[in-house]
C-alpha cells in the first residue's frame, strides 16, 4: 500500500513538471525583400553613341601603280564631281604610251606590206589574218596606254568631302589602292554599334530619335537602315546605320551624338537582375502570395539589359517576387515583406 502511494506521488510530480514545461513559440516568418511588378517598367528606351557619317562612303584610288607626285586635297575639303584629287608621276606612263604607239605604227606598217603581197598572191591568207590580228593587239594595246594617262590623275567621281587621306607624295601606291576616301553629299546617317544583348532587339525600318552634342535642343528622326549581320572582329559589337530622316545643315560630318530606341513591349514587364532563379536551362522567379506564401514560377525573358530583365511571359503587372536572395527561398515558405532598395 505504502509502494502504490509513492509511485503515485512519483507519477503525479512528472506530470506537474512535464506541464510546467513551455512550448517554443513558432519561428516569424522570415523578411526577405520584394518588389511589386509595375506595367510601367515595361517601356524599353536606350541609347548608343554614334557619329555623323555619309550614306555613301567611297575610297578612291588610282586605276594604274605609280609613285604619288601630288596630293591636292586634304581631309574636311569639300570637292565637286570630276575634280582632280591627286597626281601619279607621269614619267613612266609617257615612256609606255610612246612605246606602245611605235609597236602599233610598226604593225600598221607590216599589215600594209603583207596586204600589197597578198594582193600579188606572194603570200597565203593565213599569214594576211595573222598581221591583221597583230595589228589589232597593237592598236587596243596604244589606247590602253592612252587611257592609262588619264588615269593618273585621281578625280572625284561625285561631289561630297574628303572624309580621310590615306598616302603622302612621294608614296608609291599600288592599283586600286585608296588614296582618299570621299564622303559623297546626300543622304546623312549616324554609325552606332550594337552589342550582343541587343542586336536582336533591333530591326530595319526601326525608328529611332537621334540627338547631337552640337544641337542638344534638336531631335531627329531616325530610321534603321542597316545591322550587320557579323559582329566587328576588334569590339565583338555589331555596327549599324541609322538614316537621318529630316537633317539640316547643322548636321555635319564627323558630329557625335546618341541614338534613342523607346518602344512599349505589350504583355512586358522589367525585373531585376538578382530577382532570376535559374532552374537548369528555365528562368524563374519566386512569387509571393498575399499571405505571404512562395511559390517558383517559370517566365520567359526576352533579353538581359542595364537595367533589368525584360519578361515577356509568366508575369503580370500588381504580383509581388522576391527581389533578391533567390537562393535562399523555398517553396511553401512563408516569408515577411521587405521593400528593395
Known amino acids: 500500500m505504502k509502494l502504490a502511494i509513492v509511485a503515485g506521488i512519483a507519477l503525479g510530480t512528472l506530470v506537474i513538471a512535464a506541464c510546467s514545461e513551455k512550448v517554443?513559440?513558432?519561428?516569424?516568418?522570415?523578411p526577405v525583400a520584394t518588389i511589386v511588378v509595375d506595367a510601367g517598367s515595361a517601356d524599353s528606351k536606350r541609347s548608343f553613341a554614334g557619329e555623323v557619317r555619309a550614306r555613301h562612303e567611297t575610297p578612291l584610288g588610282f586605276r594604274i601603280s605609280g609613285k604619288l607626285q601630288r596630293r591636292l586635297v586634304d581631309s574636311g575639303a569639300a570637292v565637286k564631281a570630276g575634280q582632280p584629287l591627286a597626281l601619279l608621276?607621269?614619267?613612266?606612263?609617257?615612256?609606255?604610251?610612246?612605246?606602245?604607239?611605235?609597236?602599233?605604227a610598226?604593225?600598221?606598217?607590216?599589215?600594209?606590206?603583207?596586204?600589197?603581197m597578198r594582193a600579188q598572191n606572194f603570200i597565203s591568207q593565213s599569214a594576211l589574218d595573222e598581221r591583221e590580228a597583230a595589228f589589232?593587239?597593237?592598236?587596243?594595246?596604244?589606247?590602253?596606254?592612252?587611257n592609262a594617262q588619264a588615269y593618273a590623275t585621281l578625280r572625284a567621281d561625285a561631289a561630297g568631302v574628303i572624309a580621310a587621306?590615306?598616302?603622302e607624295p612621294g608614296q608609291v601606291v599600288a592599283a586600286g589602292e585608296p588614296v582618299v576616301v570621299l564622303a559623297q553629299a546626300?543622304?546623312?546617317e549616324v554609325a552606332i554599334s550594337l552589342p550582343e544583348s541587343s542586336v536582336g532587339l533591333y530591326r530595319v525600318d526601326d525608328m529611332a530619335d537621334v540627338r547631337l552634342w552640337a544641337a542638344r535642343d534638336k531631335t531627329y528622326r531616325g530610321k534603321v537602315r542597316e545591322i550587320s549581320a557579323a559582329a566587328d572582329p576588334a569590339t565583338r559589337t555589331y555596327p549599324a546605320r541609322i538614316t537621318l530622316l529630316d537633317a539640316d545643315a547643322a548636321?555635319?560630318?564627323?558630329?557625335?551624338?546618341?541614338?534613342?530606341?523607346?518602344?512599349?513591349?505589350?504583355?512586358?514587364?522589367?525585373?531585376?537582375?538578382?530577382?532570376?532563379?535559374?532552374?537548369?536551362?528555365?528562368?524563374?522567379?519566386?512569387?509571393?502570395?498575399?499571405?505571404?506564401?512562395?511559390?517558383?514560377?517559370?517566365?520567359?525573358v526576352a533579353t538581359w539589359?542595364?537595367?533589368?530583365?525584360?519578361?515577356?511571359?509568366?508575369?503580370?503587372?500588381?504580383?509581388?517576387?522576391?527581389?533578391s536572395g533567390v537562393h535562399k527561398v523555398h517553396a511553401g515558405e512563408k516569408v515577411s515583406f521587405m521593400i528593395a532598395d
Not at 541614338?259 to 536551362?281: H, L, M, R, T, W
Open 106 to 116: 610598226q604593225a600598221e606598217a607590216e599589215l600594209k606590206r603583207y596586204r600589197d
Open 24 to 30: 517554443p513559440p513558432p519561428e516569424p516568418p522570415r
Open 305 to 323: 539589359r542595364d537595367g533589368g530583365v525584360l519578361v515577356t511571359e509568366g508575369l503580370e503587372p500588381g504580383e509581388r517576387i522576391v527581389a
Open 251 to 300: 548636321v555635319v560630318l564627323g558630329m557625335s551624338g546618341h541614338v534613342d530606341f523607346v518602344s512599349k513591349q505589350a504583355n512586358s514587364v522589367v525585373v531585376p537582375a538578382a530577382a532570376i532563379y535559374q532552374q537548369g536551362e528555365q528562368p524563374a522567379v519566386w512569387v509571393v502570395d498575399a499571405k505571404g506564401i512562395t511559390a517558383l514560377r517559370p517566365v520567359k
Open 186 to 188: 546626300g543622304e546623312r
Open 165 to 167: 587621306t590615306l598616302a
Open 136 to 146: 589589232k593587239a597593237a592598236q587596243a594595246q596604244a589606247g590602253l596606254t592612252r
Open 89 to 104: 608621276d607621269p614619267a613612266d606612263v609617257a615612256l609606255e604610251a610612246v612605246q606602245a604607239e611605235a609597236q602599233r
